[in-house]
């Protein structure tokens, strides 16, 4: 019989919005959820957000919490200085790409930006994060990927940092989204490496957000052939008019909270042969 694999299942955004943060924490206090990540640049990652978070913690570790490194827009920096900015923001994916592929970014001053969102995530949770990743993936993008790997290898070596390369079996050719991510892991995991840092042996979680998706059918598709500690990342969360200001992802997160909330969830687990990792350490079991 084969062994149970142990996953991370990690809720991306936590701060974004009133309503993705007490979906996590409905979802990480009922034992479906045993990561998620922190977005300090964030308007609601105050610290009333972040007692609430750490408090389901306090008893037993429900789950690990990492730094979700923000470089995108709609959201501002937090260090002084910081180039390329729109409207006294961060640019978009997609110009961001366009700018890191061509070595136009400036490695310093992302270095700097992603030092002070550590150290505020260190102020604010009072130690150092458990992992740390990326929103919209923006940490694996070159000259951005030097300056996070730097700056997590000096200030946070203990933390592991998330690359997005699936298993070879999950790797359907009609996903581009997917590739691009299969593509920017390899240098990132060789780099990671150099720096002495572990990364998540595979990566599941992306798929299209588009209203046609049924989140309930995706799912078990991202558990086939992951190895032990694997991460699959998420995006639960309640629609509330600030996650409609910020985000295009809406609907979509009640789709899958619904389904992590729901008796299909821990179905699909046990039919798969996985488990959530106990952040302790212990296998958890999922009922």
């Not at 200001?245 to 729901?262: G, I, K, M, Q, Y």
């Amino acid at each position: 019989m084969a062994a149970t694999r142990r996953i991370w299942l990690c809720a991306d955004d936590y701060g974004m919005a009133p309503g993705v943060n007490d979906a996590i924490r409905q979802l990480i206090l009922n034992g479906r959820l045993n990561a998620t990540s922190v977005m300090m640049p964030a308007a609601h990652i105050d610290a009333d957000e972040v007692d609430a978070l750490d408090m389901l913690n306090s008893d037993e570790t429900r789950a690990a919490i990492g730094l979700h490194v923000t470089l995108t827009a709609p959201f501002k920096p937090m260090s002084n200085g910081f180039a390329p900015l729109r409207e006294n923001a961060f640019l978009p994916i997609g110009e961001m790409m366009r700018l890191a592929m061509t070595r136009r970014l400036d490695i310093e001053l992302m270095t700097i930006e992603i030092a002070t969102q550590l150290r505020a995530f260190m102020s604010a949770f009072g130690r150092l994060p458990d992992f740390v990743d990326g929103h919209q993936h923006v940490h694996l993008l070159p000259q951005v990927r030097n300056a996070f790997l730097k700056v997590v290898s000096e200030i946070a070596p203990t933390a592991w940092v998330r690359q997005c390369g699936r298993v070879r079996v999950g790797r359907p050719l009609h996903d581009p989204k997917s590739l691009v991510l299969d593509v920017l892991s390899l240098g990132f995991k060789s780099q990671a490496a150099r720096h002495g840092l572990t990364t998540n042996p595979a990566f599941a979680g992306a798929y299209a957000f588009t209203p046609k998706a049924r989140f309930s059918r995706i799912f078990p598709r991202f558990l086939k052939g992951l190895p032990d500690s694997s991460l699959i990342m998420c995006h639960p969360g309640f629609v509330d008019p600030v996650l409609e200001s910020l985000d295009p992802v809406t609907t979509l997160r009640e789709h899958e909270f619904a389904f992590f909330n729901s008796d299909a969830f821990p179905a699909a687990l046990a039919e798969a042969g996985v488990t959530l990792a106990q952040p302790s350490g212990e296998p958890r079991r999922v009922a």
